[in-house]
């Protein structure tokens, strides 16, 4: 099965800062990557998504890039704010299977 | 708008009692259905996935079992609790018949095992 690693599994960053969280995938068929936050005693959110047919998507401070050739995708949030503090998921799919990262706490100091 | 609930938030109960999780969506028709379990510290691990009424496909071997008795209804269950069920449980919903469709979250059931 599909086998997704996650780096670094915390990172603290200075708000205003920016954050990279970066993953690794072993299938080459999978084809689709989401990345979700889980803030504390809920379920998680998808903040973003990007397919295997582009290389890279952005929305408003969050960007993810894949690279399809060494099998990882990144997540970058700019302009980190308190907000963005919360853990991040990575995940890939092929069809409708995910499976996730171990995840990043991420923290904004103030 | 599609809404996914999942009940209790919170349960403490002794090893070797039973267990049932309920999941319920509501503003959608035969959707993809998961159940997923998180372990501290740790990324969410696929237990089972239902792609209709009374289909259940089982990704691990378990004293868990899961149940779809109705379209928007999946059940997380089990006969007798084992101290390493312990964890946070959520269920997750997605477009059927649509290839990489987006997971969409409840806010999780919090397991303890005693």
């Known amino acids: 099965g599909e086998n997704v690693e996650q780096h670094p599994s915390t990172l603290s960053v200075q708000e205003g800062d920016s954050a990279v969280i970066k993953c690794t995938y072993s299938?080459?068929?999978?084809?689709?990557f989401p990345w979700y936050k889980q803030e504390l005693g809920k379920g998680p959110q998808l903040i973003i998504d990007?397919?295997?047919?582009?290389g890279e998507k952005k929305d408003q401070r969050i960007a993810v890039t894949l690279n399809k050739t060494a099998k990882h995708f990144s997540l970058h949030i700019t302009e980190t704010q308190p907000e963005d503090s919360a853990v991040y998921f990575c995940a890939a799919s092929k069809n409708y299977k995910l499976s996730f990262g171990a995840g990043t706490t991420v923290t904004v100091r103030a | 708008s599609q809404t996914i609930h999942q009940w209790p938030a919170t349960l403490v109960q002794p090893v070797g009692s039973p267990l049932s999780l309920e999941c319920t969506v509501e503003?959608?028709?035969?959707?993809?259905l998961y159940w997923y379990r998180q372990a501290a510290g740790r990324g969410l691990q696929l237990l089972f996935y239902s792609v209709g009424i009374g289909q259940i496909s089982s990704e691990v071997p378990q004293n868990l079992s899961a149940s779809r008795p109705q379209d928007r209804q999946f059940i997380l269950s089990s006969k007798k609790l084992l101290l390493s069920d312990s964890g946070f449980y959520l269920c997750?919903?997605?477009?059927?018949?649509?290839?990489?469709?987006?997971?969409?979250f409840g806010n999780g059931t919090r397991l303890t095992v005693t």
């Open positions: 503003g959608t028709s035969n959707p993809n």
């Open positions: 990007i397919r295997s047919n582009v």
């Open positions: 997750a919903w997605s477009v059927s018949g649509v290839s990489n469709s987006p997971l969409h």
């Open positions: 299938d080459s068929a999978s084809n689709y």
